[in-house]
């Protein structure tokens, strides 16, 4: 009987196996595998609480990938990242376009224009980024369902490019997912994250964006003096404290200086001598202010940025540094950091030159964005924009009827009501000798200037949104190096010439227009700017729990 019992449990057991799809137990096993590559969808993330206030319906991004026939590859990424921020938007809020959205779209043009890469070229696509970045006044409308498409075709743009530029193993899936922030989160819990994150390949992202690493091992540093209580406010009585000095409040200055790395000694005494006037000078240099060695209003103020700003201030810039090209793609480029005030010429890796340059003032942004330098033109015409023909121009006309023979303007038509007026070549023109243009939908360019003293400053903010260059001469010399016919004679001659001439360079060069208020310099120093279009301070609103930025001018008065 039992025999007989055994022989039937065999019998079943075969049929089962025979009527077991062939490779089905694989297929299970793949799904499940598949499921652990695709993240939970996090449901803690809300309205109150997310970096985008704009939400979508995953019914929608399921759409999408159907329409799309996007591989499997692909789609559970798209889903895994949609899931990651609970189906919030990633590149656009109430306000539009977010700044990761222009970083992300600067660092494709710059790709497929300077690695022939055709696979991610997408002529629609770039039209409609195009448009979208130029449109200062677009706001989003949560029920546009072109909007809606953009922003999974920007995902599933980005999706393609982090897995084709990056070696495997360098972005892990969910740090990629984690490159637009996501929700508001309290800023030591995000650096502690960041610093002790261990992988077990040992692969990082910042082993291939040097400046990213360098942010992030700074951001350890100000993580440690944020447990240890960070530093205390100083009041400055008086205008300034100068060597030779002695007061309580050396002490405190010395203390904090110690801390941030400026003064290499720890000295208790209250007496301003060498080491501390070295220290100050090395402070002011890295805050953008001449290194006079004198302790005043400014070196207070920036002395007293409380260390929790600081390292939402890290934090920040570290995100606007994941959209630093990961490989020079050109032979040289040129990167503008607008609060910096700087232009800094590279050769592949490498930092040929820097120059001083002048930004748009506030209301008068000079924007975050790349182009390509294709053109210079000595002695140009100033084509004055219509904004200011109509709020400086035609007051000044009316208070002077000889303010344009006295400008050296001239009326060459009308624009819709408002006359269009261009200044001629010559001294005083307000682009000075020459320009140098990379098309834009923002009409900026580079250019001379007859006001000289500005550069003299610390802070120079005083242009119309245009970059102005402290030594044109340099930057149109240097772009025709390799030009036999353009001495800097001819050079010379053709900016002092009056007569406008264009000339097209044989191999353009492409310029990156930033916004870093904290990076490491050359020399392994740890800089800081003020952020003087307030960017820093809106994306603190958006990516922290509470802002350090709204009490920063309470401190720096005390």
Known sequence: MKLQLFYLLTFFSFLVSCNTPAGNEHSESAQEEAKKNVSSRDRSITPANSYSSLFMDSIAVENYIAQQKAPDSISRRIRSFYNARNYQYAWFDNDGL??????????????????????????????????????????????????????????????????????????????????????????????????????KDDK???????????LKDQLANYYTLATKGGWQPVTLSGKSIKKGTSSPTIVQIKQTLHMLGDLPVIDTTPVFNDTLEMAVKSFQERHGYKPDGVIGG?????LNVPVQQRIQQLLINMDRMRWLPNTPKSDNLIVVNIPEYMLHMYEGKQKAWDMVVVVGKSGHNTMMFNGDLNQIVFSPYWNVPPSIVQKEVLPAMERDPNYLASQNMEIIGDDGGIPSIRQLPGTGNALGKVKFLFPNSFNIYFHDTPSKSLFERDQRAFSHGCIRLSDPFKMAQYLLRNEPEWTPERIQEAMDAGVEKYVKLKHPVPVIITYYTAWVDDAGRLNFRNDIYKHDEMLAKKMFTQTAFANNEAVAKK
Do not use: C
């Not at 400014?298 to 920036?302: D, L, T, V």
């Open 298 to 302: 400014s070196f207070i103020k920036e």
């Open 204 to 214: 990082y992202f910042e082993h291939l964006n040097e400046s990213y690493g360098k």
């Open 98 to 199: 977010t700044e990761q959205a222009r970083g992300f779209w600067s660092l494709i043009d710059y790709h497929t224009t300077y690695s022939h890469d055709s696979t991610l070229n997408n002529k629609a696509l770039q039209k409609k980024m195009d448009n979208l970045i130029a449109d200062e006044a677009f706001r989003v409308n949560a029920s546009d369902k072109s909007t809606l498409n953009t922003e999974l075709q920007l995902t599933q743009h980005f999706i393609r490019f982090m897995m084709s530029e990056y070696p495997e193993g360098y972005v892990k899936r969910k740090e990629m997912e984690r490159f637009v922030p996501f929700k508001k989160q309290d800023a030591l819990h995000l650096a502690d994250s960041l610093i002790k994150k261990k992988h």
